[in-house]
T-cell receptor
């Protein structure tokens, strides 16, 4: 498989559930990102990892917890989410942090009920 | 604060030319990027400008004026498949991409 993959593609969860989003990149990149995309809003950067170390956390609520076990995999653990967290969650990777050419996965459409 | 402005929606005719503008105010500048996002799909990289001037890539061109904090994406010979959202993003001094909300381009036959 090539590029950036994400699973699941769609997720419906209740506010008390715990779930995880998975991202895998097959490009040999060193930087990985989690974004939140809501309708008619700019992409919101949530977390940035470079060589498996977190380098950015843009004031994201603690109910979102990232994990980067190696440079190819990125997880976003979700617990006690709110309905306003419903959005498209995109994973991306780039060759390095200073490269703005990012490759995106297809996203996970999350609905919190 | 940091800000990227681009029109919310534009309409153009198949075969015509359209220009999508982007203005920005950011803390530092390390390049401006355009991405295309079809409905229900991931954004894909289109172009990159770091120096003033025009970069041409087939039917698509991107222009940058750093002194004016301004860029545009020019699409020629429009095709129906060009119907998509076009996202402008600027890399700031922390090498973080700051994104605009996107311009939805509607192509009519």
């Amino acid at each position: 498989e090539t590029g950036v993959t994400q699973t699941p593609r769609h997720l419906v969860m209740g506010m008390t559930n715990k779930k995880s989003l998975k991202c895998e990149q097959h490009l040999g990149h060193n930087a990985m990102y989690w974004y939140k995309q809501s309708a008619k809003k700019p992409l919101e950067l949530m977390f940035v990892y470079s060589l498996e170390e977190r380098v950015e956390n843009n004031s994201v609520p603690s109910r979102f917890s990232p994990e980067c076990p190696n440079s190819s995999h990125l997880f976003l653990h979700l617990h006690t989410l709110q309905p306003e967290d419903s959005a498209l969650y995109l994973c991306a990777s780039s060759q390095s942090l200073d490269r703005g050419e990012q490759y995106f996965g297809p996203g996970t459409r999350l609905t919190v009920t | 604060g940091q800000n990227i402005d681009q029109p919310t929606e534009m309409t153009a005719t198949e075969g015509a030319i359209v220009q999508i503008n982007c203005t920005y105010q950011t803390s530092g500048f390390n390049g401006l990027f355009w991405y295309q996002q079809h409905a229900g799909e991931a954004p894909t990289f289109l172009s990159y400008n770091v120096l003033d001037g025009l970069e041409e890539k087939g039917r698509f061109s991107s222009f940058l004026s750093r002194s004016k904090g301004y860029s545009y994406l020019l699409l020629k010979e429009l095709q129906m498949k060009d119907s998509a959202s076009y996202l402008c993003a600027v890399m700031d001094s922390n090498y973080q991409l700051i994104w605009g909300a996107g311009t939805k381009l509607i192509i009519k036959p």
